[in-house]
């Protein structure tokens, strides 16, 4: 049977089993070559690797346009992909279009701040950044503001739970100083403020802590020490994903909405190796989990106490004017 989805088609290529081959999809990406071998005929006339992966990628432009939402701007999105393409040039062709769509459908840009495309051996993987995450906690519409950071030795900063918001946590950054003085960070923090005033619990995770996650639950670590080559994420930014596991564990103490819930899906399996695109929403399915956060948002208002609900607009109705006698003589002559 012809493969005749870009799901399928990417499922198939980055899978193990041998599948049909498609028009759509050239032989040379269903048989998992690289770059390298795509690019020969072109480079031979003096082109670049850059150039030909961008000229096949825009074949599925139609495809990444579908994919992200609205706001997001094609070009935006494309430019980042070209300016991070030569740090991938070893990746294969369908593991990077399956993390580059799946990057899309969160409408997140791989430009190292929100995201992330990175090459783990021969495969590119999508990694969402901590303001990635942040990013979609603003979209939810229920979040007002989120707050990140890691705490320095010589930081001033205090935190006592038992006093109430903001009293119980207090951390002023000592940027005066230069960098070598404020010392290793020792905590990393997340806590947001929601719209409607109430302020989340403070996440706190040390060091320990975030070397603890690391090793038992990331897979890419644990393929990265096994094999001596030290280049997972947590090599190379320990401090990035330390913040990020501070931020993830916001999902205990604030309600997350189904796609951050999805994103984090994707993160784990990005991390375990998976293919990530099939745990990505599609257009249509994040219009439906938006519909159905919004209805869920209404019913949780409506249980609300009567003191804490969203009270409604109150339109004044404007009464007709009322005319005496005389004046309605007037009028009819």
Not at 16 to 31: C, F, G, L, N
Not at 33 to 38: F, G, H, I, Q
Not at 256 to 264: G, H, I, R, T
Request: charged share 25%; glycine share 6%.
């Amino acid at each position: 049977m012809a493969l005749t989805s870009l799901k399928d088609r990417v499922r198939a290529a980055t899978s193990d089993q041998p599948t049909e081959k498609t028009a759509a999809m050239p032989a040379v990406v269903v048989e998992g070559s690289t770059p390298e071998e795509l690019t020969t005929a072109v480079q031979a006339e003096g082109g670049t690797a850059t150039d030909t992966v961008m000229g096949w990628l825009e074949r599925y432009g139609d495809d990444f346009t579908a994919a992200l939402p609205s706001h997001v701007d094609v070009g935006t999105f494309m430019s980042a992909v070209r300016a991070a393409l030569p740090s991938l040039s070893r990746c294969t062709p369908p593991s990077l279009l399956q993390a580059l769509l799946t990057c899309a459908r969160f409408g997140l840009i791989p430009d190292g701040r929100q995201a992330v495309i990175t090459a783990e051996g021969p495969f590119a993987v999508f990694i969402p950044m901590y303001q990635g995450y942040i990013e979609l906690m603003y979209r939810s519409g229920r979040v007002g503001s989120v707050h990140v950071g890691l705490i320095h030795e010589n930081d001033e900063w205090s935190f006592e739970p038992t006093a109430p918001a903001p009293q119980d946590f207090v951390h002023k950054p000592r940027v005066d100083l230069p960098k070598a003085e404020r010392g290793e960070p020792i905590l990393a923090y997340a806590f947001t403020w929601m719209t409607s005033g109430a302020r989340s619990q403070v996440v706190m995770l040390s060091r320990e802590d975030a070397e603890a996650i690391r090793d038992e639950h990331s897979k890419a670590y644990q393929r990265a020490q096994e094999s001596g080559q030290a280049d997972s994420f947590w090599h190379r930014d320990f401090n990035a994903m330390w913040s990020k596991s501070a931020l993830r564990r916001l999902h205990k103490v604030v309600p997350m909405s189904a796609e951050l819930v999805a994103l984090a899906r994707v993160d784990d399996a990005g991390d375990a190796g998976q293919v990530q695109v099939i745990h990505a929403p599609t257009g249509e399915e994040r219009a439906l989990l938006v519909e159905a956060e919004e209805q869920h948002a209404r019913a949780e208002d409506s249980q609300a106490p009567e003191e804490t609900r969203p009270r409604p607009v109150v339109r004044k109705r404007t009464q007709p004017k009322r005319t005496t006698r005389a004046e309605r003589r007037g009028t009819r002559r």
